[in-house]
């Protein structure tokens, strides 16, 4: 079992930036694979991005070149550092991990993250 919790989310005005963590606990090979995904209001859940334990990563297209993920193993914890900001970019941002990208079969609770225009 593993368990996340993730926190960074709040409030920010479009252009700026936010960093998210989340900070795994539980099973090592439960993170060998971790990810974010986001659901909008009205949407649904999609891909942020993924990044395995030795730091291949993987975004959805649309995110390339704003979004950031990381990882420290040493602390079990995932970073998504979030640059530009835009209004679209609005959503619930989840932590998702598994022992494999084809088994993520763990979640956080979630963080929110608002951008004002």
């Known amino acids: 079992q593993v368990q996340l919790v993730e926190s960074g989310g709040g409030l920010v005005q479009a252009g700026g930036s936010l960093r998210l963590s989340c900070a795994a606990s539980?099973?090592?090979?439960?993170?060998?694979?971790m990810g974010w995904y986001r659901q909008a209001p009205g949407k649904q859940r999609e891909l942020v991005a993924t990044?395995?334990?030795?730091?291949?990563?993987n975004y959805a297209d649309s995110l390339k070149g704003r979004f950031t993920i990381s990882r420290d193993n040493a602390k079990n914890t995932m970073y998504l550092q979030m640059d530009s900001l835009k209004p679209d970019d609005t959503a619930v941002y989840y932590c998702?991990?598994?022992?494999?990208?084809?088994?993520?079969?763990?979640w956080g609770q979630g963080t929110q993250v608002t951008v004002s225009s």
């Open positions: 539980g099973s090592r090979s439960g993170i060998n694979a």
């Open positions: 998702n991990t598994g022992p494999s990208l084809g088994l993520m079969v763990y």
């Open positions: 990044i395995t334990y030795g730091g291949t990563t």
